[in-house]
């Protein structure tokens, strides 16, 4: 009863200076607003690479070369490759646990001819499994087969930048294109799988069976980048990591003391290292974005202090005619705490706003989830407390006789 | 009847204050007492020691030496929150300055020590301030901010709020220091009626315009008592008729046209 009617007391003061309220809660507003556009852009690019992660394939594991170790010294990952074709094979052979396998190899860039011009793209060559691996269909055509591989026919899939850029509108099923002077046929064509977070488009590359890759295209600039692999089921992930690791090791005849020279992650794995650094950058943007709040709190402050300084005179009578120290004291803390709490629901409203906005203009992918605006709400009402508390110490300090007689 | 209760006894106040390296004694044993129904008017020059005698029985400050009971509580043994709240619930005060709350409507200045009430004796705070405006002639200006009002009204409003709570004790320190003659004399007309309806009143003046209108005179000097008289005091009420009559004859003779603006 006694507290709502100091919030009653608080609100008539903030009324009747509207102008000064405004003023002082512009801080705040700007801060939230600020704190919650930034998280919502780092959270949107979170869930973006999330999803990116999970269209990947289910109960995917992947292999990578590690670092190689010469004589001690760590050359770092991917340094040297230490992944072939036969490791994938001797997986596919001796694996309980996996699925399908499939080699990546990669080449970098091919020059392409046919249709209406030339294109550079990437190759890469898989084995048949990859399209299940990876989940990943055709929208015309078919993906190749095993004896395609096994007699390295000259078939290719495109992606669907490189059909756009060759082909335009037209279906190129059937069609012959030349890949580094080799001519092949033109089989199928893959779903689009748009851009990755980072900006790399994924549907600019053309795929071809492992072997005629091997055969027609294996240079200095070819290497096996990944072997994917996928499981039954979720919970044969870790036992299939675990089971590949050892074949690897046997394989490239590893010692005991010797440390893996190849890296086997699941998705999760995957995810986490690209979350990582996008709550780097989301915690970055929060933490830049909170020093706005802090200038938002001493502004709150500043105009406390001058407030309490101004109505001396007020606190004076207040205090003669029976207010006790402590309820000056909440007098002000209120005053300060509705202030700040109402800028913060105001840049709620602005964070939210413009976070919707930059996501329809700018086409950035925003997420406000409600935990940040609980969070803004309350850290607002603690700017309130803490910036408020000195100035209103200070008020309830003061001494009745003393601040009657100021003028 | 049975025998009037005792509003205050002050016995043997001393006050020192330190100033720099001097002392200053303000109040060198005080003795006196206040009986209810009492228009008891405390004067003396500036440095007498009667705005310090004020405080200390106002309870906004404690004596450095001596007791003080107020309504039979010893006051100088309270803690500053039990003050607080004797100085809302036992003590109205009315300062020279009306000190009103500025953007705030009359019924809302007279409403603040009720706000602070912790006794929660009265329910409807409104009511009771409407009452207490009513009782002070200004029923009919409850809504009215204090710059909307003239002087006179504005003391009346703190007049008001000084009896909202129902105290034992009006204290008014130079309620018409700011106030022309006339409004003067209508203020302590209302003193002397509330007076007459039973509030003890005590008045801090040096103007013997105002002091004579009390019962009785209480004069410090350098820190004592140097005289207290009872004395039949003037009616205000009456003395205001005489004023309004002379001024309309005035008015009537030199400038009929300027007519009074309250």
Redesign the interface.
Known sequence: MQAL?LVK?AG?SII?NKMRTLLTMLGIIIGVGAVIIMVAIGEGAQSQIEEQIQNLGTNMVVVTPGSANTSGASQGAGSFSRLTIEDAEKIQNESIYAANVSPVLSSFFAQIVGGDGNWRASILGVTPEYQEIRNWGTTSGRFFDAQDNRRANKVVILGQTVVENLFGERDPVGERVIVNRVPMEVIGVLESKGQTADGNDQDDFIVMPVQTALNRFSGRRTFIRQILLNTYTPEDIPLAQEEVRAILRESHGLAEWEADDFEVRNQEQLSEAAQGTTEVMTALLAAIASISLLVGGIGIMNIMLVSVTERT??I????????????VLTQFLIESIVMSILGGALGIALGVGGSALLGSTMGWATAVNTETVVIAIAFSAAVGIFFGFYPARKAAALN??DA?RFE | MSEKKEVIRVRDIRKTYQMGKTKVHALQGVDFSVMEGELVAIMGASGSGKSTLM?II?G??YPSAGSYFLDGIEVNKLS??EL??V???KIG?V?QGF???A??TALENTE??L???RSKRVKKHSEAAKKALERVGLGNRIDHLPNELSGGQQQRVAIA?ALV?NPSLVLADEPTGNLDSKTTVEVMALFQELNDEGVTILLVTHEDEVARYAKRIVELRDGKIIRDIEQTPDSAAKDLEELLARRAQNQEIEEPEAAEAD
């Open positions: 009617r007391v008539k009747k005179r007020e004076g009578i207040r205090m003669a005619i029976g207010a006790r120290g402590s309820d009745p006789i009657l | 405080n106002g906004l400050d500053k929150n607080a709240d100085r809302n619930q005060f300062f000190n009103l709350l953007r705030t603040l020590p706000l602070y009430d709020r709570t």
